[in-house]
């Protein structure tokens, strides 16, 4: 994908750079860009490293299994042939999103897919790499914090006001997507699954 | 009060999981430091992606080519009910948390934070996700390709977030 996607934006960038006039900032972007990367990638470290070690002591903790028990249902359904090992990542993964740590639901996804990934043979993502990436780019957070608090800061009368439509939008957008997701991603699956 | 709230959220988790390591007898420091090294081995797999992206992203908006797009989708956008001073947050929600975040900034400053595009926006950010980005994050440490099929129906689905988004806003408030 991206290798369409990005010489695309870059090639229609500069085009579009030139059309305006505006190819000192396009310029002055590039280097930005290196600067946002290195930043990104240093911030990043340290977060993927203190819950990749966080998550390593829970492994080993009884916690986890709790989790995976309450999960179960959700996690068997949909990622019924992989390792235990994997699942473990998803569970944590869907755990974090749903309480909102975004920060390290990312390490867990991350890993969880690399787990995946070791059970699968293909050139292309497994069906069920494919739903787990489709349900991380759906929203299933279930206080929005962030946005709220930017609400606040931002002088709003009523911050919390936006959790009820939040809800119904994400929920909605969840079920449609995630079953379109399944219908035509993880065929297969579903007959295994079953 | 959600900041107060909030500040609990990860010291209570830390706290939950180093007593669960000492109740269970666990080797704490050694098994941490050992999940540290993995996440190290993994941010560098990310790099590349990271620059990548950081680079096209940034290249495409100094171009100017968001606001273009703005002018002529704003019209169509207005027909499914998306208001048309969104049409940047429309381009912008699945690459870039952190652009969307500048925007919605500008909307909240221009029209107010309460008013009913502030709440659209508010509702967009809190209920889609950074679609492409993620699946970029996601699959950039293993070396597999994305398919189209799982790319239309990750956008499709982004869309769906901020056009009801923008409907149910309209019918609450």
């Known amino acids: 994908m991206l290798n369409k996607i990005w010489p695309s934006m870059i090639i229609l960038s500069i085009l579009f750079g030139i059309l305006n006039g505006r190819m000192m900032e396009v310029n002055d972007a590039i280097y930005v860009s290196f600067k946002d990367a290195v930043e990104m990638c240093i911030n990043f470290l340290g977060v993927m490293c203190f819950w990749s070690g966080m998550v390593k002591i829970l492994k080993h903790t009884k916690i986890l299994d709790k989790f995976k028990k309450i999960l179960k249902p959700v996690v068997n359904k949909f990622f019924c042939d992989e390792t235990e090992k994997a699942k473990e990542m998803i569970t944590l993964n ?81 079920i449609i997507t995630m079953l379109i997701g399944i219908r035509i991603l993880g065929k297969e699956k579903n007959d295994e699954c079953s | 009060m959600m900041n107060v709230v909030e500040s609990f959220i990860i010291p209570g988790l830390i706290f939950i999981i180093i007593c669960a390591s000492l109740k269970d007898k666990i080797k704490t420091f050694d098994v941490f430091s050992e999940g540290v090294k993995e996440g190290m081995s993994t941010v560098i797999n990310l790099f590349p992606t990271l620059l990548a992206l950081f680079l096209s992203i940034n290249m495409l908006r100094a171009s100017g080519i968001i606001n273009y797009l703005s002018d002529i989708f704003g019209g169509i956008l207005e027909l499914v009910s998306i208001p048309k001073e969104l049409t940047s947050l429309v381009f912008l929600k699945p690459i870039s948390a952190s652009s969307c975040m500048a925007i919605a900034t500008d909307i909240f400053n221009q029209y107010g934070v309460d008013s009913i595009l502030g709440l659209i926006t508010s509702t967009i950010l809190g209920a889609t996700e950074t679609t492409l980005y993620t699946l970029a994050i996601y699959t950039g440490a293993i070396k597999k390709k994305i398919s189209k099929k799982l790319l239309i129906i990750a956008i499709f689905g982004n869309f769906l977030g901020i056009l009801l988004s923008s409907i149910i806003c309209k019918i609450i408030f």
């Open chain 1, 94 to 174: 869907i755990v974090s999103n749903i309480i909102g740590i975004g920060n390290a639901a990312t390490p867990m996804g991350i890993k969880a897919m690399e787990e995946m990934d070791k059970n699968n043979n293909s050139k292309k993502l497994s069906s069920g790499m494919n739903l787990f990436l489709l349900l991380n780019t759906l929203s299933i957070q279930v206080i929005p914090t962030t946005i709220i608090s930017i609400r606040a800061a931002q002088g709003s009368q009523n911050s919390g006001k936006i959790i009820l439509p939040v809800w119904i939008v994400s929920i909605i957008t969840l």
